[in-house]
C-alpha cells in the first residue's frame, strides 16, 4: 500500500497557502513533501516537523535557525528557505523545490563515479559551503543526502538545520555529538565543537566515498566508526580503485586530515586547491573509469536517517511502478494480394473465396452493411473533432485576483455569462476573485457560464472570554468556537481559584483564523510561604499547615531523630519555601532518638578514644587537662546509653 494515501497532509492546504501534493522524503526530525504556493503558483518543498517534536524548543531552534541561515545565504549552490511558519501542530519551512536526486541516490545507483564528475559535483558543494563560511556558518552536517542534484544538472546544498556560526557553542549538550557519524570530524567527536575546518572534513570524506563507490571508515556499530575517525587516517582512493590520480590521493588526505590544522582553512580555500588538481589532471585522468558497482551498497550506511520515497518520472502517471501510460497503438494491416479487395472492417479469419467468382456470392452482399456502418463511424468522428474544434468551443479567460466587477466585465467580453459564489480565503484580499470554474485556460462553451468564486477574506473566529472557567471547559470553549487549545502555563493567583483559566493568549476577543491555537494561563493559586512545622506535635503541626491553606500528609514510616517521639522530624517542602494555595506538605514523624551503648574508652589514647566512639555514631569533643594523651574521664561513662548523633566529651591528661 502507498504510506502517502494514510499521511493526513496530502491534499490539505497548510497556513491557508500551501497545498500538500505528495511526500518526497521522511527524516528523523522533519518530512518534506511536494507543494503548490497557491498565493505565487509555484511548486516548492515543504519541510514540516513532525508533531511529537513541536513542544521541543531546542528542536524548533534549529527549524527557525535553518530558515534564517539560508535566508542570510541567498546562494545559487544553496537550496533557498521562502518562509518559515506554523499551522496549529505544524512548524514548517517552504523551500526551494529541486527536481531531482540526492548524491546519496547517485551513489546508490551508480557506485564509484569518474574523477571528472565528482569534481564537478564537489565544486559547486564547495562554492555554497564558502558562501557559508565567509558569513561565519558552520554546516556541521555535509554527506550525500544534503547534496542535491537537479535534472538540470545544477547542485546545491540542502539543511542548514545544524548550523552555527563561529564561535558559538556547537554541541547541543554535554556529551552530545551533532552530525553523520561516517562524517564527522575527529575534533567534534572529541571536544563536541566545529570550526569551518568540519566542513572541509565532511568533503574530503564525500570526495573519497564519490571516487570509490564506498565510505572510508565502516564498522558494525556507529562507535566503531567513531573510534576509528580519532585512530585511522582516511585511505588513499588508489588503494581502492586503482589507476587513480595521485594529485586525487593527497587532495582527499589533505582534506580528510585529522589534525584540523593540516586542512585547509575553509571550503574556499580547499575550492581553490580542487580547480588547481583539475588543471593538472589530464583528460585520461579526469574521465578514468571506475570499477563497476563499487560499493553500491555500502554507500547507503545506516546512520543515514532520510528515507527517500520513489518519485514519478517526470511525465508519467499514476501507475505502480512508474510505467508509462498504454497509449492506443495503430497496427499495420496486413498486405493484401494484387487485385483483391480488402477485408470489410470487423471480418473474420475464414478462407477467402477462389477463382473466378471472387468477391462475390453471399458472403460478399453481407459485409456491405458492415462496411457501410465503418464508413459512417469514422465520418462521425472526424465531423466530432470538427465540431469541438469549430467555434461552438473557447477558452476561459484569467480573472484570478481581479475585482469581482472586473472579472465580471472580463467574462462578459470574452461572450460568457458568469455566476457568483463567494467564499473566505486567506490570501485573496475581500472583493477579489479567487478562484474560477473552469479554470483559466480551460474549454468551454461560447455560451457557457463561468462561476467567480469572490473572496470575503480571511474567516476570522473570535477568542472566547474563558478567564475564571475550570480548564477542561476552558478547553471544550475553544474547540467549539473552532480553534485549538494551545500549551499550559500556570501562575500564582488570589483572585482566580485554583485550576480556573486567568487568561488566554490571544486574549478573549481577538479575531483569529479558524484552527489557532489559544495557549492558557492556570491559576496555581494563592501565593504561600510554607510555615516551620518540625518539633511540633503531629496533630498540630497539621493544624497549623491547614490554617495555612495548606493540605498535610504523613509519610508512613517514622524515623529515628533528635526530636521527641510523636513530634515532626521534617517536611517538604522546608520552611521559606513558596506553594501554592492546596499544595500538599509531607511530614516525617520522629520515633525519638536512636538510643546506643557508649564505648568504654577511659585509659585509651586520645586517637584510638575518638576512632572508637565515631564509630558507635557519636560527635566527640575533647578536653585537654595535661599533654601526655591519654583520656582519664567521659561524660558518659561506658555501657550507657546515649542518642545516636550525640556529643560524648573526653577528657586527656
Known amino acids: 500500500m502507498d504510506t502517502t494515501l494514510r499521511d493526513p497532509l496530502i491534499g490539505h492546504v497548510l497556513d491557508g497557502r500551501y497545498r500538500v501534493e505528495s511526500r518526497i522524503a521522511v527524516g528523523g526530525m522533519a518530512t518534506v513533501y511536494r507543494a503548490l504556493d497557491t498565493r505565487l503558483d509555484r511548486v516548492l518543498a515543504l519541510k ?46 517552504a523551500m526551494e523545490y529541486v527536481e531531482g536526486c540526492t548524491l546519496r541516490d547517485v551513489l546508490r545507483e551508480r557506485g564509484a563515479l569518474q574523477p571528472r564528475a565528482a569534481l564537478d559535483v564537489l565544486e559547486p558543494v564547495l562554492a555554497a559551503l564558502g558562501a557559508a563560511h565567509l558569513a561565519g556558518l558552520v554546516h556541521r552536517d555535509v554527506k550525500p543526502e544534503n547534496v542535491l542534484i537537479g535534472d538540470d544538472g545544477r547542485v ?20 552530545s555529538v551533532m552530525g553523520t557519524v561516517s562524517y564527522l570530524a575527529p575534533e567534534q567527536i572529541e571536544h563536541g565543537t566545529a570550526d569551518a575546518r568540519a566542513d572541509v572534513y565532511a568533503c574530503g570524506v564525500v570526495l573519497y566515498e564519490m571516487l570509490t563507490g564506498a565510505k572510508p571508515h565502516a564498522g558494525g556499530t ?42 585547509p582553512a575553509d571550503a574556499v580555500e580547499l575550492l581553490a586547491e580542487v580547480r588547481a588538481v583539475r588543471q593538472s589532471l589530464t583528460d585520461g585522468q579526469l574521465d578514468a573509469l571506475p570499477p563497476a558497482a563499487t560499493g553500491a551498497g555500502a554507500s547507503a550506511g545506516a546512520e543515514d536517517p532520510t528515507t527517500v520515497l ?6 508519467t502517471g499514476g501507475a505502480a511502478g512508474g510505467a508509462a501510460p498504454e497509449h492506443t497503438s495503430v497496427l499495420p494491416a496486413p498486405a493484401v494480394p494484387p487485385g483483391e479487395p480488402p477485408a470489410p472492417a470487423g471480418a473474420g479469419t475464414g478462407r477467402r473465396r477462389t477463382g473466378p467468382f471472387r468477391g462475390a456470392g453471399p458472403r460478399s452482399r453481407r459485409s456491405v452493411p458492415a462496411l457501410v456502418a465503418a464508413v459512417l463511424l469514422v465520418l462521425g468522428g472526424v465531423l466530432g473533432v470538427w465540431y469541438v474544434n469549430s467555434g461552438q468551443f473557447t477558452r476561459t479567460p ?43 485556460g480551460e474549454r468551454i462553451r461560447t455560451n457557457g457560464t463561468v462561476t467567480l468564486t469572490v473572496s ?38 488570589r483572585d482566580v481559584e485554583r485550576g480556573s483559566v486567568v487568561r488566554t493568549d490571544p486574549g478573549a476577543g481577538s479575531a483569529r483564523r479558524p484552527g489557532t491555537a489559544v495557549a492558557l494561563t492556570v491559576s496555581k493559586g494563592a501565593r504561600i510561604e510554607v510555615p516551620d512545622v518540625t518539633g511540633m ?117
Open 537 to 653: 506535635p503531629e496533630g498540630a503541626a497539621r493544624q497549623r499547615l491547614t490554617e495555612a491553606g495548606l493540605t498535610a500528609e504523613t509519610a508512613p514510616e517514622r524515623v529515628f531523630s533528635g526530636e521527641e517521639a510523636g513530634t515532626v522530624a521534617r517536611q517538604s517542602p522546608g520552611e521559606g519555601s513558596v506553594a501554592a494555595e492546596g499544595d500538599t506538605v509531607t511530614l516525617t514523624v520522629s520515633k525519638g532518638p536512636d538510643m546506643v551503648a557508649v564505648p568504654d574508652v577511659e585509659g585509651m589514647g586520645e586517637e584510638e578514644a575518638r576512632a572508637a566512639l565515631e564509630e558507635a555514631g557519636f560527635e566527640v569533643r575533647v578536653r585537654r587537662v595535661f599533654f601526655t594523651g591519654t583520656v582519664f574521664d567521659q561524660s558518659v561513662r561506658g555501657g550507657e546509653r546515649a542518642p545516636r548523633g550525640s556529643t560524648i566529651t573526653v577528657w586527656v591528661r
Open 456 to 493: 470575503e477574506g480571511p474567516e476570522r473566529v473570535e477568542v472566547p472570554d474563558v478567564a475564571g472557567e475550570a480548564l477542561a471547559d476552558a478547553r471544550r470553549l475553544i474547540k467549539e468556537a473552532g480553534l485549538e487549545p494551545g500549551m499550559v502555563t500556570r501562575e500564582f493567583s
Open 398 to 440: 484569467g480573472v484570478i485576483d481581479l475585482t469581482e466587477a472586473e472579472a465580471k466585465r472580463v467574462v462578459e467580453e470574452a461572450g460568457l455569462e458568469w455566476r457568483i459564489a463567494r467564499e473566505h480565503s486567506d490570501t485573496v484580499e475581500r472583493g477579489r476573485v479567487a478562484s474560477s470554474d473552469p479554470g483559466r
Open 48 to 93: 514540516v516537523m513532525h508533531p511529537s517534536l513541536v513542544g521541543d524548543g531546542s528542536f524548533v531552534d534549529r527549524f527557525i535557525r535553518e530558515a534564517k541561515s539560508a535566508a542570510r545565504l541567498a546562494h545559487p549552490n544553496v537550496v533557498g528557505v521562502f518562509d518559515q511558519g506554523s499551522d496549529g501542530g505544524y512548524v514548517y519551512l
Open 310 to 315: 520513489p518519485r514519478r518520472a517526470p511525465g
Open 222 to 263: 556507529p562507535a566503531q566508526v567513531l573510534y576509528q575517525h580519532l585512530q585511522e587516517d582516511v585511505p588513499a582512493p588508489s588503494a581502492a580503485v586503482p589507476g587513480l590520480a595521485a594529485a586525487l590521493d593527497a587532495l582527499v588526505a589533505r582534506s580528510a586530515a585529522r589534525d584540523p590544522g593540516l586542512r
Open 156 to 175: 546545491k546544498v540542502a539543511d542548514f538545520g545544524l548550523v552555527r556560526a563561529v564561535g558559538q557553542q556547537t554541541s547541543a549538550s554535554t556529551g
